[in-house]
């Protein structure tokens, strides 16, 4: 018996792949010049748009997915079927929809008891989405929701989000730098190398000087805490700076033999806070270090 798969739109995921892995995903939403829009799987020219307008001044404020939207999600995917659904979160550190799944999984138990499993993933991104793939593979292998979900729990915190933003007003702007650093490291070019912890929170790592010193270190700290990287997949997002993201793949493939990549945006609801420019890393390693 298959297991269902479900995730929400922060897997940032490409558009074919969703398709091609009949993955449900649940949208966050976001607003945007007085306009409520759904982060949906978009075309590149609507990403395009999104952080084309980010860059002349316009705000993005987010929302989450609330436990009665949460609820009608999941029944429409277990209505007319005997399967076991596992729901892959946005970390619980960075949005409150993962609580908003826990809602809905407790009031929808005498229904489908049992049957839905809500796994917080500590990830966020095309992080979210890698550790999304391997439950596809799993899925698709025959694996049991059991051994699906005790797989997820045993490795999402070896799963590696290493990033770098190109403005750093928006990282200000959601809180994680005060005003006068981002203003100083604007006008000298320090760019932050951040991560995911363990507790699925940005957190500031280092700073380096120029855009190019900060793409080295994400493939440093790739170096440092990947394994078997020549058998990986490894993802990569950007805030519409798809040249550097190349130019990063580029620089895996030849320093460590990697073969296959997925490269896709940074999705509005995450890009609202890190904005253009932002470009991340994803891997499996020994720990998130």
Known sequence: MKTIIASDSTVDLPASYIIEHN????DLSYTLKGQERLDRNNTAKTYRDFYNALREGEMSVTSQVNSQRMNEFFRSLLTGNDMPLIYVAFSSALSGTYNSACIAQRDLENEFPGRIHVVDSRCASLGEGLLVHYALKMRDEDRT?????????NNKLKLNHWFT?????????????????ALMGSILSIKPVMHVND????????????????????????AQLGVNLKEQIVFISHGDCEEDANYLADIIRN???VKEFIINFVGPVIGSHSGPGTLALFFMGTSRG
């Open 199 to 222: 507790l699925g929170q940005l957190v500031p790592v280092e700073k380096k000087k120029g855009r190019r010193n900060a793409i080295k270190a994400l493939v440093d700290h790739m």
């Open 255 to 257: 320093r460590f033999g």
């Open 165 to 181: 933003v190109d403005d750093l007003h928006f990282l200000r702007r959601g809180g994680r730098i005060s005003g006068v650093a």
């Open 23 to 26: 993955l449900p995903l649940i």
């Open 145 to 153: 929701a059991e051994e699906i979900i005790a797989w997820l729990e």
